[in-house]
């Protein structure tokens, strides 16, 4: 079977046409960027500390948890309780990691809003099944327990599919650079107007360049945030660094390393050069 044959593929495409979504998307969206607003703590939640995003991290552990506990009671091995209570306590973390991840995005992308609106739901569902199955194992209901369990683990498996079609598919998380570094070899830069101190986007064969002539420095760097794709020429620049328009990312002009979040991988630095009355930019060797 295909994967455009999915009927899982079906139901994601008919969730990204769900306009119905929009409304109660935007709202929770917002609620979320106001309650968790750029500083240390989204930083914190986003990863910038750890150099890529923290949520598929902790997916990692409420996903293997539960799983691990729904195999176990169709083994009907009775080890599972514990692994239950882990993923429980594991929830709130992973979840907070990914509604801000999300929140950052679903302003651009309808898809996304409306797709990860469902994931949130559906994984809501899926710790409401579990944690109905660790209370009945402690009321002594053991089949009960291993029926919700399951139950737990299906609806689960649909969140999960749901969140790798948000990171793969959708490019939530990944470093908007990663497949789009830049140039190897000295490349002219399209760019129509270049002043001190005001940023300017350019062209570099298909690749989109930051430039600044700052205190008679030429830098340049990749234009596409690492973070969303925000274009850092819509920004504003703050002595030698620049802050983006979109989500308040900071990053260095001089080496493109991450001064504030939420983003969390570096920009692509370039060489650059004036030759001829062009300007001329290339990866570092």
């Given at each position: 079977m295909s994967y455009a044959e999915s009927p899982l593929?079906?139901?994601?495409?008919?969730?990204?046409?769900?306009?119905?979504?929009?409304?109660?998307g935007k709202t929770i969206?917002?609620?979320?960027?106001?309650?968790?607003?750029?500083?240390?703590?989204?930083?914190?939640?986003?990863?910038?500390?750890?150099?890529?995003a923290l949520h598929p991290m902790l997916t990692d552990v409420v996903i293997g948890s539960f799983t691990s506990a729904t195999v176990l009671d169709l083994l009907d091995n009775d080890g599972a309780d514990r692994l239950i209570a882990m993923g429980i306590a594991a929830y709130g973390p992973t979840a907070a990691t990914g509604a801000t991840d999300w929140a950052d995005t679903e302003i651009a992308d309808e898809r996304v809003r409306r797709v990860g609106l469902v994931h949130a739901a559906v994984n809501v569902t899926a710790l409401g099944l579990y944690t109905a199955s660790l209370a009945a194992r402690k009321n002594g209901s053991r089949g009960r327990a291993k029926m919700l369990s399951v139950m737990g683990g299906t609806v689960l498996a649909v969140g999960g599919y749901l969140g790798g079609h948000l990171s793969f598919v959708r490019g939530v998380g990944p470093n908007q650079t990663a497949f789009?570094?830049?140039p190897g070899e000295w490349t002219a830069v399209e760019v129509s107007d270049l002043q001190d101190d005001k940023p300017a986007g350019g062209q570099a064969g298909d690749t989109p360049v930051f430039l600044l002539r700052h205190r008679g420095h030429l830098h340049a760097l990749h234009d596409r945030c690492s973070h969303r794709g925000c274009l850092l020429s819509d920004g504003e620049v703050e002595g030698e660094s620049v802050v983006c328009a979109c989500h308040g990312s900071r990053f260095s002009v001089r080496d493109g390393s991450v001064q504030r979040g939420p983003a969390t991988a570096p920009q692509p630095v370039y060489q650059v050069r004036e030759s001829g009355g062009a300007i001329e930019v290339r990866l570092p060797e």
């Amino acid at each position: 079977m295909s994967y455009a044959e999915s009927p899982l593929h079906d139901l994601v495409e008919n969730l990204e046409s769900a306009d119905a979504l929009d409304d109660p998307g935007k709202t929770i969206g917002k609620a979320i960027r106001d309650i968790v607003p750029k500083g240390p703590v989204k930083d914190a939640l986003a990863g910038t500390w750890l150099g890529h995003a923290l949520h598929p991290m902790l997916t990692d552990v409420v996903i293997g948890s539960f799983t691990s506990a729904t195999v176990l009671d169709l083994l009907d091995n009775d080890g599972a309780d514990r692994l239950i209570a882990m993923g429980i306590a594991a929830y709130g973390p992973t979840a907070a990691t990914g509604a801000t991840d999300w929140a950052d995005t679903e302003i651009a992308d309808e898809r996304v809003r409306r797709v990860g609106l469902v994931h949130a739901a559906v994984n809501v569902t899926a710790l409401g099944l579990y944690t109905a199955s660790l209370a009945a194992r402690k009321n002594g209901s053991r089949g009960r327990a291993k029926m919700l369990s399951v139950m737990g683990g299906t609806v689960l498996a649909v969140g999960g599919y749901l969140g790798g079609h948000l990171s793969f598919v959708r490019g939530v998380g990944p470093n908007q650079t990663a497949f789009d570094e830049g140039p190897g070899e000295w490349t002219a830069v399209e760019v129509s107007d270049l002043q001190d101190d005001k940023p300017a986007g350019g062209q570099a064969g298909d690749t989109p360049v930051f430039l600044l002539r700052h205190r008679g420095h030429l830098h340049a760097l990749h234009d596409r945030c690492s973070h969303r794709g925000c274009l850092l020429s819509d920004g504003e620049v703050e002595g030698e660094s620049v802050v983006c328009a979109c989500h308040g990312s900071r990053f260095s002009v001089r080496d493109g390393s991450v001064q504030r979040g939420p983003a969390t991988a570096p920009q692509p630095v370039y060489q650059v050069r004036e030759s001829g009355g062009a300007i001329e930019v290339r990866l570092p060797e």
